[in-house]
């Protein structure tokens, strides 16, 4: 198991990408906890994975919220006395362009993207230094990488996660801290399908947009958690500082 004897920490593990993260983690081995507003879907989530024989912990938490991030991050260390892996897999996507984008738009995806992955680094940061060890995995996107239609403030918050990671593994690396990004492109996901909507698009022309990267499809939230696997476990020691696409070649052009 690759991360046997590890815990990790998911924001956004409520569905999509991040259940599908904590699943594989707690099958390989780490004991889980993940963060949500959705009780309902965070209970569920545990669930599974104790059915599956792993050990999992729901914290309901808003990561733009500084006390909810020390809480979540407090809870991870009384409930298995250490912490090992964060996953900043929180984020909200509005579909506008600039003139379209509000202000509330704005600050909401700015907020948990960029500011909720700030925040839950500078509370987890201190455990992983005090351990002499950790791997903090921040999820950007394909669009944090190059532009993307009406997506301004997306595009903003993601890219500056991208550019925050690199400055953060700079800073810790000397501490034993590997701080590194990945960056999917279109995932089936319920943001997509969310996403679909409110472009007035049919989820069959919304797939078909895909079509037009060089593996010809969307990418599923499995693979995306297989890029941060590798990311959380020894296998890449010697990786930091790194933006690794998972986009199916989207950003290759």
């Known amino acids: 198991m690759r991360l046997a004897q590890k815990v990790a ?53 808003d990561v733009c919220v500084a006390d909810d991030c020390r809480r979540a991050v407090g809870a991870a260390v009384s409930a298995f006395g250490r912490l090992d892996v964060l996953f900043n897999n929180a984020g909200v996507f509005v579909a506008n362009d600039a003139v379209s984008c509000s202000e509330e738009e704005w600050d909401l995806q700015v907020d948990v993207s960029l500011k ?56 810790h690396g000397p501490q034993g801290v590997r701080v590194n990004c990945i960056c999917p492109g279109d995932t089936v996901t319920p943001m997509e399908h969310q996403d679909a909507e409110h472009r007035g698009l049919t989820w069959e022309a919304y797939v078909a947009g895909a079509s037009a990267r ?8 499995i693979e995306v958690a297989m890029a941060a696997l590798f990311l959380a476990s020894d296998e890449s020691s010697f990786i930091t500082g790194a933006v690794l696409p998972v986009d199916g070649g989207g950003v290759a052009g």
């Open 214 to 221: 060089p593996l010809g499809r969307m990418g599923e939230p």
């Open 9 to 61: 920490l998911i924001t956004g593990g409520t569905s999509g990408i991040g259940a599908a993260t904590a699943g594989l983690f707690a099958r390989e081995g780490a004991a889980v906890v993940i963060t949500g507003r959705s009780e309902a879907r965070g209970r569920e989530v545990v669930g599974q994975i104790e059915r599956d024989g792993g050990r999992a912990l729901f914290v309901r938490a």
């Open 116 to 171: 909720g992955t700030f925040l839950m680094c500078k509370v987890a940061l201190p455990v992983m230094i005090a351990q002499g060890s950790g791997s903090i995995i921040n999820n950007s996107s394909g669009w944090g990488m190059v532009g993307g239609d009406r997506a301004v403030a997306y595009c903003a918050a993601k890219g500056g996660v991208v550019v925050m990671t690199k400055a953060m593994a700079i800073d």
